[in-house]
């Protein structure tokens, strides 16, 4: 299932956006328990989160305020 949904070169956003969508797939199977790729998924989400909170540019470096 992991390999269908990730690119096969694909940068971090890629990665980002795939887990994203894996996990919102999972949620709508209502999935009881988590498979390694969605707990994975999850791991790369929060990631992100807690890096996008740290930074103070968008992501064409643009100042946020």
């Given at each position: 299932?992991?390999?269908?949904?990730?690119?096969?070169?694909?940068?971090?956003?890629?990665?980002?956006?795939a887990c994203r969508d894996m996990v919102a797939r999972a949620a709508?199977?209502?999935?009881?328990?988590?498979?390694?790729?969605?707990?994975?998924?999850r791991r790369i989400i929060k990631e992100w989160t807690l890096r996008d909170s740290r930074m103070s540019v968008d992501e064409q470096g643009k100042?946020?305020?």
């Open positions: 299932m992991l390999a269908a949904t990730w690119p096969a070169y694909g940068g971090e956003r890629d990665q980002l956006n709508q199977a209502s999935v009881t328990q988590d498979t390694p790729d969605i707990a994975r998924c100042p946020l305020r």
